[in-house]
Nanobody, 123 residues
Framework: QVQLVESGGGLVQAGGSLRLSCAASGRSFSTYAMGWLRQAPGKEREFVAGISWSGRSTSYADSVKGRFTISRDNAKNTVLLQMNSLKPEDTAVYYC????????????????WGQGTQVTVSS
């Protein structure tokens, strides 16, 4: 089992940057594929970015490709999401999640979730 805590959200102007962090506890962190997902008001939760247990494989939603970068440090039990060129449509609660499989773009496949961190992008 793994516990996840996100941080780094906030208010930023369009075109700005934020870096989200996810701190994980649990000895098996390095065996999980990790993902960042988000949920905007009135919308369903959606996949943003994912990374394999080793960190060698990453995937992104089309809407964030070229702007967001996911990374992980298994020695420090952390996952990061660097978000650049932010747009108002990126406004959402961002969640860090762990998948016991090989990773997925489907939110329901993730077994463990953090509490979320709010990102608000003003125009």
């Amino acid at each position: 089992q793994v516990q996840l805590v996100e941080s780094g959200g906030g208010l930023v102007q369009a075109g700005g940057s934020l870096r989200l962090s996810c701190a994980a506890s649990g000895r098996s962190f390095s065996t999980y594929a990790m993902g960042w997902l988000r949920q905007a008001p009135g919308k369903e939760r959606e996949f943003v970015a994912g990374i394999s247990w080793s960190g060698r494989s990453t995937s992104y939603a089309d809407s964030v490709k070229g702007r967001f970068t996911i990374s992980r440090d298994n020695a420090k039990n952390t996952v990061l999401l660097q978000m650049n060129s932010l747009k108002p449509e990126d406004t959402a609660v961002y969640y860090c999640a762990a998948d016991r499989g090989v990773g997925s773009t489907i939110p329901q496949r993730y077994a463990y979730w953090g509490q979320g961190t709010q990102v608000t992008v003003s125009s």
